[in-house]
């Protein structure tokens, strides 16, 4: 009786739900820290590689100047010969500049898409449509670089014929934008449309009612109480074109200097700088991969910043 008295366990939880409460949110704050604890084993790991060309001699050939790497715009690697002048900085400009237009074709067709798949569809076409994208979005990258390859790079080598501009094979600017917005276009859409479905039903009656047009209702009222999560599908898009590295290496051109702002000129892309140079496995080539890995990490960082201030600045425009 005694040792009842004074459980501790009996005095903390008045009842067996709340016992059971708490070890489950407790298994839940355990998961999150697991989950969470990833993304710090990962940029250790790619620091610990990626600070070795700036502090180290790599073998003779000489640090890599940080700045220089930061700034500079030729990537000089080591082929026929070992050398120390690799630069980023162009690379960093094309990667912002080639998401900017991927997103830009992607984010209207996108949203159009979602709308007329939740709002104006038939039932039965809506189902299908929805399956449609979802399968867009199941895609492995290197499918989209295979039909990159195979069919816009050849689209985009008449298209440029017509200009007379030679545009080497088809790999450009212009043939990297349209792949990563053909990919990034089933993940704003499907997330778009969650969010127009989530539009409470009494705010579109209500325009209804008062004597707006159905098209009225959907571009005025629908979209913009859904603004907030479509935003949000924006930021996953601009992610997942930043991250893309299999597909663009494939219809970029793999540029060496820059920056690159004519469509028809070869680029190339943080991550697909990445994936050329991981063929060997020691040496300054190979661990200036993870260097660029981490300026990745960070470009994608100050990004997603960036757009979720933007995303709150949205989300407090009132309806009108």
Known sequence: ???????????????????????????????????????????VF??????????????????????SFITGKVWLEGTAFLSNLYGVGFIIINTLYISFFALLISMPIGVLTALFIAKIAPKKIA???????ELLAAIPSIVY???????????????????????????????????????I?????????????????????????????????????????????????????????????????LVAGNARSGPSFGFFETTSTLTSTMLQGLKETVGIDYDIRFSVGLVLMVVILLTNLMLNFAKKRVGNINVK
């Not at 060309?53 to 050939?61: E, L, R, S």
């Not at 189902?127 to 994208?133: A, H, K, S």
């Not at 670089?145 to 790999?171: E, M, R, T």
């Open 46 to 67: 790619i620091a610990k590689e990626g600070i070795k060309p700036f502090i180290t001699d790599n073998n003779g050939i000489g640090s890599v100047n940080l700045f």
């Open 185 to 249: 276009l089933p993940t704003i859409t499907a997330l778009s449309e969650v969010a127009i479905r989530s539009v409470r039903s009494e705010i579109e009656h209500g325009s209804l009612a008062l004597g707006a047009t159905k098209t009225q209702t959907n571009f005025k009222i629908v979209l913009l109480s859904a603004k907030s999560g479509i935003f949000t599908a924006a930021i996953l898009g601009v992610g997942r074109a930043l991250g893309e590295a299999t597909a663009v290496s």
């Open 1 to 43: 009786m005694e040792l009842l008295k004074k459980n501790p366990f009996r005095d903390k939880f008045n009842s067996k739900k709340e016992a059971i409460d708490y070890f489950v949110r407790t298994f839940f704050m355990i998961s999150a820290i697991i989950s969470s604890s990833f993304i710090i084993i990962i940029v």
């Open 127 to 133: 189902e299908f449509l929805r399956t449609v994208v």
């Open 145 to 183: 670089g295979l039909f990159g390859s195979g069919i816009i790079l050849v689209f985009v080598y008449n298209f440029a014929k017509i200009f007379g501009i030679q545009s080497k094979g088809g790999n450009s600017v212009l043939a990297t934008v349209l792949v990563l917005a053909l990919m």
